[in-house]
């Protein structure tokens, strides 16, 4: 039985101060929010972090609590523009920084291209897969002016992936949450066997 409610971490990887990919993503936020879920959002361009650097980050005075919020999470909801085919430097800084945190969790994906932006789903995917991580079989792209305008959504057909997005990170995200928490507590082997805490 799904989880009766989700954390999720809803992460915007723009640093543009009126991008789009924010206003999406806030959107299928607040849809989360109005579903049960509980929503925190991380915006890059209002908390940015610095540039990872693996002698450092950890000792940053902002990571701890940052690391907190990543290990609360059941859901991740990616937003990132498409930049040259691959994802913003924002969010791969921000992918960066963690590892374990992700394993057995739900990487939801949302990109803002112009070229369906298939390349950056992929490149999540690819996170995802070598952190232990599950993702959606899909990820919901749109495009700017076409999609959204004026900070709004104008398309229904953007609306309808999104709501079938929403429902699935609830869906799936939960299911996957109660096996990771009786994985973490019980004795069976599997990939999260390395997480236990002895």
Sequence with gaps: ??????????VIGSLHGESTTRVVVSHAGERLRAEGCSVDVLDLWKEPLLLYSPDTAET?????ALKARVDRADVFLLGTPDYHGSISSAM?????HFWHE?????????VASHE???TVTDQLRTVARQCYAWTLPYGVSFADGQD?????????SLNKRLEMMIRDARTYG???AHQRRADLAGTEP????????K
Excluded: C
């Design 1 to 10: 039985m799904p989880d009766p409610f989700l954390n999720i971490l809803a």
């Design 60 to 64: 940053q005075p902002s990571f701890t």
């Design 92 to 96: 791969k800084n921000f992918l960066d």
């Design 102 to 110: 992700f394993a057995g969790k739900l990487f939801a994906t949302i």
């Design 116 to 118: 369906k932006g298939l």
């Design 148 to 156: 959204v305008r004026d900070g709004k959504i104008v398309s229904d």
């Design 174 to 176: 939960g299911l996957l």
């Design 190 to 197: 599997g990939f999260l066997e390395r997480l236990r805490k």
